[in-house]
């Protein structure tokens, strides 16, 4: 976890994630969020109604989302910091047509990309990922750099409360083949943070990964956006649309920068 205030003028720029770097070979078995067919539908609405022009995904990784909506004929791209993930997204079909900058999605765009992408995305939780409230303001900055006017920037998220209650705890995660993972997940309110702790029995070899993670109330990121001069157009329960309740675990938020 950082030392850092949140509000520290210059953060270390950040590595790759140690989970992405020993795991990407195994990240579609282990790791990968469920939902991506409504992922993918929800984004390809959203995609249809604002201007035209290529979309980006946030932390594309092995391609979950990326690749089903380039087979639908979008012109999608990714930003990454994680060169072995990248691969295996080129390796698999399509993966040829998707281009993925290396690098921190929360750095300001380079000029050929400022004003470029009619709509920017970030799913399975990777918003949180950044885990200072500096990086996530400075990532909304750099969204807002990058859309077309009209242009949208969704992600999901965590509702906090939900976290807090069912969202902790052990679990083992479903693995296909003889492997074993299991995911202790620790709430540390006092610096707005989660970790997720992964133990994995693979080959005989037992190795542990910790991922750290920043939770965010609906309420600020909707003030991040704002500083960032973007607005809420929509907020759903998830990806699949569905009203946001009192029930809700998750949201969908949609942000759009005026026209
Ligand atoms: C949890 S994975 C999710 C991948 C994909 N979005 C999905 O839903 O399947 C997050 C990805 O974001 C990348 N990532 C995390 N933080 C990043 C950052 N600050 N800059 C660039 N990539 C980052 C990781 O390397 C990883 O590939």
Not at 148 to 167: C, K, M, N, Y
Not at 174 to 202: E, N
């Amino acid at each position: 976890m950082s030392a850092l205030p949140d509000d520290a003028p210059c953060e270390p720029a950040r590595a790759e994630p140690a989970y992405a770097a020993l795991f990407a070979a195994r990240y579609d078995d282990w790791l990968a969020a469920p939902n991506s067919d409504a992922t993918v539908e929800f984004l390809a609405s959203i995609a249809e109604q604002g201007p035209p022009g290529p979309l980006l995904e946030l932390g594309s990784g092995t391609g979950r989302v990326v690749l089903p909506l380039a087979a639908r004929g979008l012109t999608v791209e990714g930003v990454d910091a994680s060169p072995e993930m990248t691969a295996r997204l080129h390796a698999k079909p399509g993966g040829d047509t998707v281009c993925v900058t290396p690098g921190d999605f929360s750095a300001p765009p380079q000029p050929p990309d400022i004003g470029r992408h009619a709509l920017v995305y970030a799913a399975g939780g990777t918003f949180a990922e950044l885990d200072t409230q500096a990086a996530q303001r400075r990532c909304f900055a750099s969204v807002a750099q990058r859309l077309r006017p009209g242009g949208a920037f969704v992600l999901d998220s965590h509702l906090p409360e939900a976290l807090a209650t069912v969202g902790t705890g052990t679990q083992p995660v479903p693995t296909p083949g003889d492997g074993f993972v299991l995911r202790t997940r620790i709430l540390h309110p006092a610096h707005q943070r989660y970790t997720s702790d992964y133990l994995v029995l693979d080959d005989g070899r037992m190795r542990h990964v910790r991922v750290s993670f920043r939770y965010s109330s609906p309420g600020e990121l909707d003030l991040l956006a704002e500083f960032a001069g973007l607005r809420l157009v929509r907020r759903t329960g998830g990806w699949s649309g569905r009203p946001l309740t009192d029930a809700s675990t998750h949201h969908v938020s949609v942000y759009e920068l005026p026209a």
